[in-house]
């Protein structure tokens, strides 16, 4: 058989999937390591995917999604932001995870360098891998809150260096750019003439701040915007399985988006399209519903780790929590994970997955049932003699 390519070769396991799937295979396991949301779909919702498939509704849309979603995305973004985008702006995508994937597609050559937070998603670094790119970590250091430092990251600066991603509220960690943070960092990249990717998966989840879009800092003509906009329904309306998202882009590049996106998945499902229309324009008492579940549990898990001594971050915004175990792991997390598995029936993410900073630390997703995320970590061992 012939080799696959050496950039695929090197993509590295995501640990998150290995802990979660080993969780999976393991009979009444407490599954705290995968970020899902555990609520019915509101039947409306349902409904408009249904009509969908009985109208027949099933052929090929406009590469950039059907123009009424295009639209409810662009006055969604317009109300929570103060931005007003226009509808031809926005590209409806495959869930945020093709949406990065289309953004870098447009910004990334072989060997450009992409910076990307450390610790951060995963699939930041893997996706700029398959497209032949560098990932560049930027570090967020806990002695900071974990919040990047612009000197920190602007070290790191080379000419080889083409796209920022910032990812504000954090997916591991909870935190929030503030908005003098955020001017700063598109400061720094329009000063090296940088684009941004912003993932903003969790806009809609903060807890007494406010989310900031680094949008918000953008020019507005095609030779001084700079930043791509990455959202996703998955989160903010539970639509994980249905893959809807929406990247918004910046003027001028109509031709070259309609060209990458056809090439990447031609045009999202109808009925997709349709259920994520009537989520955004319909009653939105699930996002309600889902922050303060969220915020409950965050207030939960955070009684329970202070009461064994295990420091954390204190979670401003997204659903999970970041929680430093390193008494216990003996300088190997993704080995710990496994045998806290193994012995406590409870799957957290190992903090390596998102860096090398995340050495010692571990993920909590907050989006399940509260007994089931205060049973489990109440398993944890805790620094208290």
């Not at 969604?76 to 994937?101: K, T």
């Not at 539970?238 to 918004?248: D, F």
């Not at 070259?256 to 939105?284: F, H, R, W």
Request: aromatic letters at 8%; one cysteine or more; glycine letters at 8%.
């Amino acid at each position: 058989m012939p080799e696959l390519a050496a950039h695929v070769r090197d993509v590295p396991v995501n640990q998150i999937r290995e802990i979660t799937e080993a969780a999976w295979r393991t009979p009444g396991a407490l599954v705290l390591s995968i970020g899902e949301p555990g609520f019915p779909l509101p039947r409306h919702v349902l409904d408009a995917a249904m009509a969908c498939l009985d109208r027949d509704e099933t052929n090929y849309t406009p590469n950039a999604g059907i123009p009424a979603l295009r639209g409810a995305f662009a006055t969604r973004f317009l109300e929570q932001q103060g931005i007003d985008v226009g509808a031809d702006r926005v590209y409806v995508v495959s869930g945020a995870q093709q949406g990065l994937h289309f953004a870098m597609s447009l910004l990334l050559s072989p060997d450009d360098e992409i910076l990307v937070p450390n610790p951060g998603y995963p699939t930041f670094a893997m996706t700029s891998r398959l497209l032949n790119a560098v990932p560049v970590g930027y570090p967020l250091y806990p002695d900071h809150g974990f919040q990047p430092r612009t000197r920190d990251i602007e070290s790191l600066i080379t000419g080889r260096t083409r796209v920022l991603v910032l990812n504000s509220p954090s997916n591991p960690l909870g935190a929030v750019l503030a908005e003098d943070l955020t001017r700063e960092l598109m400061e720094l990249a329009r000063r090296h003439d940088l684009w941004v990717i912003s993932d903003e998966c969790y806009e809609a989840f903060t807890y007494d701040v406010p989310h900031v879009s680094p949008a918000k800092f953008d020019g507005d003509t095609p030779g001084d915007a700079r930043v791509f906009t990455s959202l996703t329904l998955s989160k903010t309306y539970g639509l994980t399985g249905l893959r809807i998202g929406a990247l918004i882009c910046p003027p001028g590049l109509k031709q070259k988006m309609d060209n990458v996106m056809e090439s990447i998945v031609s045009c999202v499902a109808s009925p997709s399209q349709y259920a994520a229309l009537a989520a955004l324009t319909g009653p939105q008492d699930y996002i309600q519903h889902a922050r303060a579940h969220y915020r409950a549990n965050r207030d939960a898990a955070s009684a329970v780790l202070d009461a064994k001594g295990i420091p954390h971050l204190r979670a401003q915004g997204a659903f999970y929590l970041w929680a430093d175990v390193s008494h216990a792991t003996g300088g190997d997390v993704r080995s710990w994970v496994r045998r806290f598995l193994a012995d406590s029936r409870v799957a957290l993410a190992p903090g390596t997955a998102f860096g090398s900073i995340g050495e010692g630390w571990v993920r909590i997703a907050l989006c399940g049932k509260q007994d089931d995320l205060v049973e489990g970590l109440g398993r944890l061992p805790g620094r208290n003699p």
